[in-house]
């Protein structure tokens, strides 16, 4: 089982905190009388109380970083390529969509609303504990249309213009399938970049989204795992918004690309 490390690093601020101040409360102050009392010098604190002190601030400013403000992720899979890569190391925006407790996931602050378009990082549906990152692309109350590989919001088709074939010498440290086409698409207010396998069998579909949740998809339309084969995302499971790239290495394949470094997510 994937351990939590949410949990886990609230957890070890809480210990490091309740240890940190039950010792400067109770017994520190036992051990000075002690040591005036038997004309001693100052003792010196415990192991434990020691580390705790000086573990306890640093790991409340990361708690604190990581679940308000930004928080690292790593991208395993290629289903937003050409947007995301193999390898990518991203910074996810967690104040974009409000402030939740960590570990409850629960919303304490509203702050914004996701709009079509956004890449977002979110809990898979069928297993919370998997994060996932895709394209925004429903909103609650939007009927979504996927036919012959061209997608429809409200009835209306999105606007698509071919860029060519995504060919090897596009991607560093992997490679498309051969027949890959490169489509730039407008959704919302800015232009995007996906990929269409020619070879690939089109899913023809719609969806009603409903209140309290939203429909995603992957940039890597026939390669992705998505809203399509498994539904929709609840509100309770958004994470984030993606804002950046800080760093891209492919550990099975020892490869990297540092131009990818401060690119921004669109």
């Not at 925006?93 to 990082?121: C, Q």
């Not at 498994?230 to 994470?239: A, C, I, K, N, Q």
């Not at 804002?243 to 394949?253: A, C, Q, S, T």
Request: glycine letters at 8%; proline letters at 6%.
């Amino acid at each position: 089982m994937k351990p939590d490390f949410s949990l886990l690093l609230v957890l070890l601020t809480g210990l490091t905190g309740v240890i940190w101040l039950f010792d400067s409360w109770l017994l520190r102050r036992r051990r000075m009388d002690r040591a005036v009392q038997k004309d001693l010098q100052r003792p010196r604190d415990p192991v434990l109380v020691e580390y705790s002190r000086s573990l306890f601030p640093i790991l409340l400013i990361v708690l604190l970083f990581r679940s308000f403000l930004f928080e690292p992720f790593k991208i395993p899979s290629g289903s937003m390529i050409p947007t995301l890569l193999i390898g990518d190391f991203i910074v996810v925006n967690k104040f974009a969509y409000g402030l939740r407790l960590p570990v409850l996931n629960r919303k304490v602050v509203s702050i914004g609303e996701p709009e079509r378009g956004d890449v977002v990082v979110f809990r898979y549906p069928v297993d919370p504990k998997v994060n996932f990152i895709k394209r925004m692309v429903g909103l609650p109350g939007d009927t979504i249309t996927y036919r012959d590989k061209q997608l429809f919001i409200n009835g209306e088709a999105l606007s698509t213009v071919a860029q060519g074939r995504y060919a090897s010498s596009d991607i560093k440290c992997d490679t498309p399938r051969a027949d890959a086409m490169l489509m730039e698409e407008k959704l919302g207010d800015a232009n995007h970049d996906i990929l269409i396998h020619e070879n690939s069998a089109g899913r023809n579909q719609q969806w009603v989204v409903p209140e309290g949740h939203y429909f995603v998809m992957g940039d890597n339309r026939d390669r992705s795992n998505d809203s399509r084969e498994w539904g929709f995302v609840p509100e309770s499971h958004l994470m984030g918004r993606a804002v950046g790239i800080w760093l891209n290495f492919d550990y099975k394949k020892g490869c990297g690309d540092l131009s990818r470094i401060g690119s921004g997510i669109h």
